[in-house]
C-alpha cells in the first residue's frame, strides 16, 4: 500500500492553496494498493454537510446523517473509496483512527466518529479481490494535511478511467482533482474523483478524456449510445462513478448546503458527458466547516452556488491532465 503518486498540487504562495484545503479546518488524505489499482481519500473536520445523489448506482454509508434534522449536526469526516461497496470497510479504519483522537458525537459513554462515505467501482481494473480495507482508511488518515491536494492516480483516483460502455473502446485515466474559488470573504473549493461512464470536455465542447478506438481517436459517448440504442454496454451496471466534495468557510446550514451540493453537480454536468447515468453512483457531498449556521443572504448563496460549479468543473479538468 502507498500514499504518493499522481501530480504534485499546485504549490502553495502566500495565498492559501487553490485546493480543498483552501477552506480552513480541512485535511485530505490519501492511500492506495498500486498494484491492485485502487485506493481511498479521507477528507477529515468537522463540519457540517448535506449531499446531492444523481447517479442510479451508488453504494453508501451513514447518509441519514446528513439529513437536516439529524440528531448528529456534524460529520467528522466524508470517505470516497474505490472498491466498489467492498471498499465500505474502509471507513471502519477511518472510524477507529478518528476515536482514538476524541472526535465524533459525544453520547456520554462514548465519542461516536461520524464518517459518510461513498463508493466508486475500480474492480475491472486491476486485482478485484483487493480492495480498500480499514488500514487503508486509516492509513489515509495518517497521511491526511491541509496543504495543497495531491491530484491525478492517487486515492480513490488510482484505478479510475473514463469513457465506458461503448464497444470497441478503451477508457482514458480519470483520478482525482481540486480547485478553489474566491466568493467576497469566503472560498469555495471542489475535490473530484472522476470514474465516469461519459467522456470529459472542455469549456468549448471538445473531448479532453474518454473513451477512445484502438488507433487513439476519441469517441463520443452520448452519441454512440444514442446511435446504439439496445446494444448491450461493454460494462455491468455500477461500474463507474464520479464522487466529488464541495467545501467552503461560509456559514452554511444544512438546508443550503444541499442547494451548493446541486450546484457542484450542475458544474460535473458542464465537463462530463453524459453525467448521473443509472450506471454511475454520482454523488456530490457539500460542507461547511464554519462553526456555526448563519442566515446567507439569497444574492450570497447565489454567488457561492456559481464558484461551486466552477470549482468542481475544474477540478474534473485537472483530473484528467495527465
Given at each position: 500500500?502507498?500514499?504518493?503518486?499522481?501530480?504534485?498540487?499546485?504549490a502553495?504562495?502566500?495565498?492559501?492553496?487553490?485546493?480543498?484545503?483552501?477552506?480552513?479546518?480541512?485535511?485530505?488524505?490519501?492511500?492506495?494498493?498500486?498494484?491492485?489499482?485502487?485506493g481511498?481519500?479521507?477528507?477529515l473536520?468537522?463540519?457540517?454537510?448535506?449531499?446531492?445523489?444523481?447517479?442510479?448506482?451508488?453504494?453508501?454509508?451513514?447518509?441519514?446523517?446528513?439529513?437536516?434534522?439529524?440528531?448528529?449536526?456534524?460529520?467528522?469526516?466524508?470517505?470516497?473509496?474505490g472498491?466498489s461497496?467492498?471498499?465500505?470497510?474502509?471507513?471502519?479504519?477511518?472510524?477507529?483512527?478518528?476515536?482514538a483522537?476524541?472526535?465524533?458525537?459525544?453520547?456520554?459513554?462514548?465519542?461516536v466518529?461520524?464518517?459518510?462515505?461513498?463508493?466508486l467501482f475500480?474492480?475491472?481494473?486491476?486485482?478485484?479481490?483487493?480492495?480498500p480495507d480499514?488500514?487503508?482508511?486509516?492509513?489515509?488518515?495518517?497521511?491526511?494535511?491541509?496543504?495543497?491536494?495531491?491530484?491525478?492516480?492517487?486515492g480513490?483516483?488510482?484505478?479510475?478511467?473514463?469513457?465506458?460502455?461503448?464497444?470497441?473502446?478503451?477508457?482514458?485515466?480519470?483520478?482525482?482533482?481540486?480547485?478553489a474559488?474566491?466568493?467576497?470573504?469566503?472560498?469555495?473549493?471542489?475535490?473530484?474523483?472522476?470514474?465516469s461512464?461519459?467522456?470529459?470536455?472542455?469549456?468549448?465542447?471538445?473531448?479532453?478524456?474518454?473513451?477512445?478506438?484502438?488507433?487513439?481517436?476519441?469517441?463520443d459517448?452520448?452519441?454512440?449510445?444514442i446511435?446504439?440504442?439496445?446494444?448491450?454496454?461493454?460494462?455491468?451496471?455500477?461500474?463507474?462513478t464520479?464522487?466529488?466534495?464541495?467545501?467552503?468557510?461560509?456559514?452554511?446550514?444544512?438546508?443550503?448546503?444541499?442547494?451548493l451540493?446541486?450546484?457542484?453537480?450542475?458544474?460535473?454536468?458542464?465537463?462530463?458527458?453524459?453525467?448521473g447515468?443509472?450506471?454511475?453512483?454520482?454523488?456530490?457531498?457539500?460542507?461547511?466547516?464554519?462553526?456555526?449556521?448563519e442566515?446567507?443572504?439569497?444574492?450570497?448563496?447565489?454567488?457561492?452556488?456559481?464558484?461551486?460549479?466552477?470549482?468542481?468543473?475544474?477540478?474534473?479538468?485537472r483530473?484528467?491532465?495527465?
Amino acid at each position: 500500500m502507498t500514499r504518493s503518486g499522481g501530480r504534485a498540487a499546485p504549490a502553495a504562495g502566500s495565498a492559501a492553496p487553490r485546493t480543498l484545503t483552501a477552506v480552513g479546518g480541512l485535511r485530505v488524505g490519501h492511500a492506495a494498493d498500486d498494484a491492485a489499482r485502487t485506493g481511498c481519500t479521507v477528507v477529515l473536520g468537522p463540519f457540517r454537510a448535506a449531499v446531492d445523489v444523481r447517479g442510479s448506482a451508488t453504494g453508501t454509508r451513514e447518509f441519514g446523517t446528513l439529513a437536516p434534522d439529524h440528531l448528529a449536526a456534524r460529520v467528522d469526516a466524508i470517505l470516497l473509496t474505490g472498491g466498489s461497496v467492498f471498499g465500505l470497510a474502509a471507513a471502519d479504519g477511518v472510524t477507529r483512527w478518528l476515536e482514538a483522537r476524541g472526535q465524533g458525537f459525544d453520547v456520554g459513554v462514548a465519542r461516536v466518529p461520524i464518517v459518510v462515505s461513498a463508493v466508486l467501482f475500480d474492480l475491472h481494473v486491476g486485482d478485484p479481490g483487493r480492495r480498500p480495507d480499514a488500514a487503508m482508511g486509516h492509513a489515509a488518515c495518517d497521511a491526511a494535511t491541509d496543504g495543497p491536494v495531491r491530484e491525478g492516480r492517487v486515492g480513490a483516483g488510482a484505478g479510475a478511467t473514463v469513457g465506458k460502455g461503448v464497444p470497441g473502446t478503451r477508457p482514458d485515466d480519470g483520478g482525482v482533482g481540486s480547485w478553489a474559488v474566491p466568493v467576497g470573504p469566503h472560498v469555495v473549493a471542489a475535490l473530484v474523483v472522476v470514474n465516469s461512464m461519459g467522456d470529459v470536455r472542455d469549456d468549448a465542447g471538445a473531448i479532453v478524456a474518454g473513451a477512445r478506438t484502438a488507433d487513439g481517436a476519441p469517441i463520443d459517448v452520448s452519441r454512440a449510445l444514442i446511435e446504439g440504442y439496445g446494444s448491450p454496454p461493454t460494462f455491468g451496471p455500477g461500474a463507474a462513478t464520479t464522487l466529488a466534495v464541495v467545501a467552503t468557510d461560509a456559514p452554511l446550514d444544512r438546508v443550503a448546503l444541499g442547494t451548493l451540493a446541486r450546484a457542484g453537480s450542475s458544474g460535473l454536468a458542464r465537463r462530463i458527458r453524459p453525467y448521473g447515468t443509472p450506471f454511475d453512483g454520482d454523488v456530490v457531498f457539500a460542507a461547511s466547516t464554519a462553526v456555526a449556521a448563519e442566515a446567507v443572504a439569497p444574492g450570497g448563496l447565489l454567488a457561492l452556488c456559481a464558484a461551486a460549479g466552477d470549482a468542481c468543473a475544474e477540478a474534473v479538468t485537472r483530473a484528467v491532465a495527465g
